[in-house]
């Protein structure tokens, strides 16, 4: 399974002439950590950086900026993590252990962007896989012990 399949495609986007200050609001209204910031191109939207929670508070609170008079543009991560839809799992999460990302950006074959994935949607994954493969352990025991005392 690629992480494709499980990346969540309702994505809070920006483009980085937004200021902060509605970017920030954007963030609060989809309970989102990041937005991608994109850019369009054939009608497709491809991601050229994100802001996150932490590029607000070192890149405006810290400074005591007015988040009004800054754009995203200006304090956005450009350097941020990509995966391919079809790329794996565990791919994916050795990618964000590496760079220390808590999401990255899902691109199709071609580089659009079709969803993000963050830590939290990969543990879920992980934590449903588990549940699947340990009811499959106590089926297969249930079934050779009812196969034993017979």
Same mark, same amino acid.
């Given at each position: 399974m690629g992480v494709g399949a499980i990346c969540n495609r309702q994505i809070p986007i920006s483009a980085k002439t937004t200021s902060v200050a509605v970017a920030a609001k954007l963030m609060h209204v989809f309970g989102a950590h990041? $937005?991608? %910031? !994109?850019? @369009?191109?054939? &009608? *497709?939207?491809?991601?050229? &950086? #994100? $802001?996150t929670d932490e590029d607000i508070v070192s890149? #405006? %609170?810290?400074? @005591?900026a007015d988040? =009004?008079?800054? !754009?995203v543009a200006d304090i956005m991560s450009a350097d941020y993590g990509? %995966? *391919? @839809? =079809? &790329? =794996? %799992?565990?791919?994916? #999460?050795?990618?964000?252990?590496?760079?220390r990302l808590k999401q990255v950006a899902v691109l199709d074959e071609l580089g659009g962007l079709i969803g993000i994935? !963050?830590?939290?949607? $990969?543990? @879920?994954?992980m934590a449903e896989e588990l549940i699947?493969? =340990?009811?499959l352990v106590l089926d297969k025991r249930s079934t050779q012990?009812?196969?034993t005392s017979h």
């Open positions: 990041a $937005l991608l %910031v !994109t850019d @369009e191109k054939d &009608g *497709r939207l491809f991601a050229v &950086g #994100i $802001l890149g #405006i %609170v810290a400074k @005591e988040p =009004s008079a800054l !754009t990509t %995966v *391919r @839809e =079809s &790329g =794996s %799992v565990f791919d994916t #999460i050795r990618l964000m252990y590496e760079k994935v !963050t830590t939290d949607c $990969l543990f @879920e994954n699947d493969f =340990s009811a012990r009812k196969q």
